[in-house]
């Protein structure tokens, strides 16, 4: 058997923290979100805007919203930062799950400098979809008080 790259890491089975939950994907790098880089998913209906003058306005536009460790956060920023910087003519980050791409979101600005990004969708029922697929290896835990 050839022996493995010391850079690679060996992801087994499709269960525990480990697990490949999604990978985002472009020429450049491959960024592979473990189970455990996902810290939440969750889709939206609306969108509310606050704007300079204090007022705000909410839109039916649904969306994802993904939460990612920071560590991930900054591999990602790096990544999306690079994609922007060069003068590249792919500008998407295609979304995988498994074999099966998602979808490719275009990269308008640097993504993972926030605790959250947003992925948007047409629909609610999309929305949901989504993130019910982006959650397939992740589960929120219910935690509760021990004394």
């Not at 490949?20 to 609306?46: C, K, M, N, W, Y």
Request: negative net charge; charged residues 20%.
């Amino acid at each position: 058997m050839a022996s493995i790259p010391q850079h690679w890491t060996i992801v087994e089975g499709n269960q525990g923290p480990d697990c490949i939950a999604f990978s985002l994907v472009h020429p450049l790098q491959r960024l592979d979100i473990t189970a455990s880089d996902l810290l939440g998913v969750e889709a939206h209906a609306e969108q509310t805007f606050v704007f300079d003058d204090g007022t705000s306005k909410t839109y039916a536009l649904p969306y994802v919203e993904v939460c990612l460790s920071p560590d991930i956060r900054a591999k990602l920023y790096r990544l999306t930062h690079a994609i922007l910087r060069h003068d590249l003519p792919v500008k998407t980050l295609e979304l995988v799950v498994g074999d099966e791409s998602l979808t490719k979101p275009v990269i308008r600005e640097p993504i993972g400098s926030q605790p959250s990004f947003h992925i948007s969708t047409n629909s609610l029922a999309e929305a949901e979809s989504l993130a019910c697929r982006l959650r397939g290896n992740w589960s929120r835990p219910n935690l509760r008080v021990v004394t």
